[in-house]
């Protein structure tokens, strides 16, 4: 799952990929500046959809709904474990 902390590294990553200032961006995206600098910095708690959507498009990406990856159960890494620890014995 994406967290709005990952979203503004990604985000600060492709903005200076493109050699982009944040003031520039924001203007572009017609964010305010101090929300932006927020956001990159997570200093931020939430964010609307809409000025999300308005970053990415002003730096060609795009926001992307999939099926969330099932995380173990305890069980699952406890058997992995003893799993594990098996084959540290065999040898």
Same mark, same amino acid.
């Given at each position: 799952? @994406?967290?709005?902390?990952?979203? &503004?590294?990604?985000?600060?990553? $492709? $903005?200076?990929?493109? &050699? ?5 961006? *924001? ?6 500046? *101090? ?13 609307? #959809? ?6 990415? *498009?002003?730096? &060609? ?5 999939? =099926?969330?990856? *099932?995380?173990? #159960?305890? %069980? =699952?890494?406890?058997? %992995? !474990? $003893? !799993?594990?620890? &098996?084959? !540290? $014995? @065999?040898?």
């Amino acid at each position: 799952m @994406q967290t709005l902390t990952s979203i &503004g590294k990604a985000i600060a990553a $492709r $903005r200076k990929q493109l &050699g982009l200032s944040q003031a520039a961006l *924001s203007k572009q995206a017609k964010i305010g500046h *101090s929300t932006f600098d927020a956001l990159e910095n997570s200093r931020i708690g939430e964010l609307g #959809t809409t000025k999300i959507i308005k970053l990415l *498009s002003a730096l &060609g990406l795009e926001l992307k709904i999939q =099926e969330a990856a *099932s995380r173990p #159960t305890l %069980e =699952e890494l406890m058997e %992995e !474990d $003893r !799993d594990d620890q &098996g084959l !540290d $014995r @065999q040898r």
